[in-house]
């Protein structure tokens, strides 16, 4: 059984005082809802204050992006150590910001999981298909490669220790969502390509977050889908009221 898991990405969005707010309704909201998983992704300057914030509470933290570097001559750069050492558990990898807007490659993405899965971190590696890339046909071929180029050298054991989020480009921050049918099929296929790079017992046990435009009104059919298991959530999860509804959704 796989326990929903609600994430929110809050880019490169609040302040010192927005981020308290929000962090301080997550974490009860979160006391609330006890039967699903909660984290916060935080802007990096802030995640010291949001570890203090949350010690002693259910909601996880997260980081946005880090360095696929243990240390060095990288400025500008945080690498996973340093997330580790101010109580950071997770770090979303491969975002389409990261891989669209900044150019981060598959391979760069497969050196940063594997950096962050070595210092223990947990790891959400999102995959998912531009507009262009789905009308011509080749969704399953680029999530595809997003999972096997990013998990490539990735043992079994730490592989336990990946989430996956299927975020279609087309549908992130666009008010699009995808259908609760073509989500659930890109699921279905991403299950079965975590199958055939590892075994079955793993892909029946990693969780497969949607992420594109969730808001209170869509999540519960989309979490009603079979095969998704969470969701990873950008813009309402900026605002306590909608991101509260989205953890606490009726299921
Ligand atoms: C995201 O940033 O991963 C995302 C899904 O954003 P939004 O919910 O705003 O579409």
Not at 10 to 27: E, G, I, P, Q
Not at 119 to 135: K, P
Not at 157 to 165: F, L, Q, S, W
Not at 219 to 228: F, H, R, T, W
Request: with cysteine; proline share 2%.
């Amino acid at each position: 059984m796989r326990r929903p898991f609600l994430a929110g990405n809050w880019k490169m969005n609040t302040d010192r005082r927005s981020a308290s707010d929000l962090v301080a309704a997550v974490r009860a909201s979160a006391d609330r809802r006890s039967d699903v998983d909660v984290a916060v992704f935080p802007p990096f300057v802030y995640l010291d204050e949001m570890a203090r914030a949350l010690a002693g509470s259910r909601v996880r933290l997260g980081a946005q992006n880090m360095c696929d570097a243990d240390s060095g001559a990288h400025t500008g750069e945080i690498s996973a150590a340093m997330l580790k050492d101010v109580g950071c558990e997770l770090v979303v990898l491969g975002h389409s910001e990261r891989r669209h807007v900044y150019g981060e490659t598959d391979a760069l993405v497969n050196a940063k999981v594997k950096a962050a899965l070595a210092a223990g971190l947990e790891v959400i590696l999102c995959a998912g298909e531009t507009q262009e890339e789905r009308e011509g046909g080749q969704t399953e071929a680029v999530v595809r490669r997003h999972l096997i180029e990013g998990l490539a050298g990735v043992s079994r054991k730490d592989a336990e220790c990946v989430t996956i989020a299927y975020e279609p480009v087309w549908a992130i921050g666009t008010g699009l969502t995808a259908t609760p049918e073509q989500a659930g099929q890109v699921h279905t296929y991403l299950r079965g390509v975590l199958a055939g790079l590892y075994d079955q017992e793993l892909a029946d046990m990693t969780r497969i977050q949607y992420g594109g435009s969730v808001k209170p009104d869509n999540v519960k059919e989309l979490m009603s889908v079979e095969g998704i298991d969470g969701a990873l959530v950008g813009g309402a999860a900026l605002k306590g009221d909608s991101f509260t509804a989205i953890i606490e959704f009726d299921n």
